[in-house]
T-cell receptor, first 115, second 117 residues
C-alpha cells in the first residue's frame, strides 16, 4: 500500500518570501506520479504541480517548483515570492502508474501568508 | 471549457434519509473518481468509474454506498440511510485518459458538503 506523509501541519511565511513544504511517501512501485494540490478557503481542490517519477528534472510552474528525490522518496514544494492568495491547505498526492489510478493524499499542510 | 461540476454544493439530510450527489465530468473526460474528505483530514479515495462500469470500488463502504456513471447523464454517488458519520465533503474528479499505461491528471469539482443532522 502507498502512504503519503506531510509532517508539517501548519506553516506561515511573510509575503514575498520563499517557503518549502515537505512530503515523503512510501511505495514499492517504480513508476508513479506525484502531485501537489491546493485547497483554499473555498475548499476547491486546485492542481498546483505534477511530477513523473521517471523524469529526473524537477517540475516547475511559475512560482512553484518541486525538489523530487526519488531515492529518498521525498517530494517537497517550494513557493517563491509568496502571495496572499497562496494561503491554503496544500496536499501532496501519489498515483501509481498503470493501476487503478486513484490518488493517495497526505494529511495536508495549512499555509498562511502573512502581509 | 467548463470544469467538473458537482451539485448540490451543500446538502443537509436527517439520519435515515438518502443522499444523492451528482458529478458532471469535464467535456471529453470519461473517467470519474469520488473522494471523501472528513473534517481536518486529507481526501480518501472511494470509487473509480468509467461510463457504465465500476472499475475500482475498493475505498467505498460495503453497505449503504453505491455509485454509477450511466451512458447518459452525470455520475451519481448515493448514500442510503445516512448517519452522522457520513457528514463530510465529497469530491468528484475526472480525467480524460486513464487506461494503463497512460495515467492522466485528475481535475476536481468544487465538492458537495453533506451534513447529517
Amino acid at each position: 500500500a502507498q502512504t503519503v506523509t506531510q509532517s508539517q501541519p501548519e506553516m506561515s511565511v511573510q509575503e514575498a518570501e520563499t517557503v518549502t513544504l515537505s512530503c515523503t511517501y512510501d511505495t514499492s512501485e517504480s513508476n508513479y506520479y506525484l502531485f501537489w494540490y491546493k485547497q483554499p478557503p473555498s475548499r476547491q481542490m486546485i492542481l498546483v504541480i505534477r511530477q513523473e517519477a521517471y523524469k529526473q528534472q524537477n517540475a516547475t510552474e511559475n512560482r512553484f517548483s518541486v525538489n523530487f528525490q526519488k531515492a529518498a522518496k521525498s517530494f517537497s514544494l517550494k513557493i517563491s515570492d509568496s502571495q496572499l492568495g497562496d494561503t491554503a491547505m496544500y496536499f501532496c498526492a501519489f498515483m501509481k502508474q498503470g493501476g487503478a489510478n486513484n490518488l493517495f493524499f497526505g494529511t495536508g499542510t495549512r499555509l498562511t501568508v502573512i502581509p | 471549457n467548463a470544469g467538473v461540476m458537482q451539485n448540490p454544493r451543500h446538502l443537509v439530510r436527517r439520519r435515515g434519509q438518502e443522499a444523492r450527489l451528482r458529478c458532471s465530468p469535464m467535456k471529453g473526460h470519461s473517467h470519474v473518481y469520488w473522494y471523501r474528505q472528513l473534517p481536518e483530514e486529507g481526501l480518501k479515495f472511494m470509487v473509480y468509474l468509467q461510463k457504465e462500469n465500476i472499475i475500482d470500488e475498493s475505498g467505498m463502504p460495503k453497505e449503504r454506498f453505491s455509485a454509477e456513471f450511466p451512458k447518459e447523464g452525470p455520475s451519481i454517488l448515493r448514500i442510503q440511510q445516512v448517519v452522522r458519520g457520513d457528514s463530510a465533503a465529497y469530491f468528484c474528479a475526472s480525467s480524460p485518459l486513464a487506461w494503463p499505461p497512460f495515467t492522466d491528471t485528475q481535475y476536481f469539482g468544487p465538492g458537495t458538503r453533506l451534513t447529517v443532522l
